[in-house]
């Protein structure tokens, strides 16, 4: 089946606004031993975008090439053993790097990371959640109190046209969701939700019951909490 086509310059134009006041990668770059941000680094993240992304960036920007396992040359990887477990429809792509940027040609997957759309189990899209596996490299997760307005509203609108649009994304974020609730669950914590109606929540992930808490009590996490903090808010 043909899926409709997406406006990418425009989706991209609606979704622009900056996750944080500050340029976010100033904090966590210090941590890495490439003195990089952790998004940027492709030895950290590899992105994926939609093949129809694709083919608007090749022709309009030199900033992306197709991932080839190479560019991180400490450990090479297996193009063909990631991409297998890649989603139907997507690829895995490699930029020029943070200090050759070209911001208006930044990715989808980009421009919502570290976050993705969470949906509860009644099938409700109910806010952000982040990546997971980031919780001791991103400094955003560690601050979710400055994530801004308006990229909240933007990241928002920006999927629910995603939704409106390819209906079969927002299964593959259902089941995404599902794997948070199964992670966090087996470590017995909730997770914090970047509602979309702008409070700040943790999540029970067996129940699916949310709890309004002010953003002060969000959870911190190593190298960005003090000693005295608690990794998880009470």
Not at 128 to 134: A, P, T
Not at 137 to 150: E, K, N, Y
Not at 211 to 217: C, D, H, K
Request: glycine residues 4%.
């Amino acid at each position: 089946m043909t899926l409709p086509r997406l406006n990418f310059r425009q989706l991209y134009d609606q979704f622009d606004a900056p996750v944080t006041p500050l340029d976010c990668g100033k904090r966590c770059a210090p941590h890495n031993p490439s003195g990089k941000p952790f998004c940027c680094d492709i030895c950290q993240a590899v992105p994926a975008v939609y093949q129809s992304e694709w083919e608007y960036l090749r022709p309009a920007t030199d900033l992306w090439h197709v991932w080839q396992g190479t560019e991180c040359q400490d450990n090479p990887e297996d193009p063909a053993a990631w991409q297998s477990e890649t989603p139907q429809g997507m690829l895995l792509l490699a930029c020029l790097g943070p200090d050759r940027c070209q911001r208006s040609f930044r990715a989808l997957s980009c421009r919502q990371f570290p976050f993705f759309p969470y949906i509860s189990e009644d099938f409700r899209f109910l806010g952000l959640v982040y990546e997971w596996e980031f919780e001791p490299f991103c400094w955003v997760i560690s601050r979710l109190d400055q994530v801004t307005p308006a990229y909240r509203q933007e990241f928002v609108q920006a999927h629910m046209h995603l939704f409106e649009t390819w209906p079969g994304e927002f299964n593959s974020y259902l089941l995404r969701s599902e794997e948070l609730r199964e992670h966090y669950h087996s470590l017995k914590r909730r997770f914090p939700l970047l509602h979309r109606n702008g409070g700040f929540y943790l999540v029970s992930p067996g129940s699916g019951r949310l709890q309004r808490i002010p953003p002060e009590r969000l959870p911190r996490f190593r190298p960005y909490r003090q000693p005295d903090e608690p990794v998880m808010a009470p």
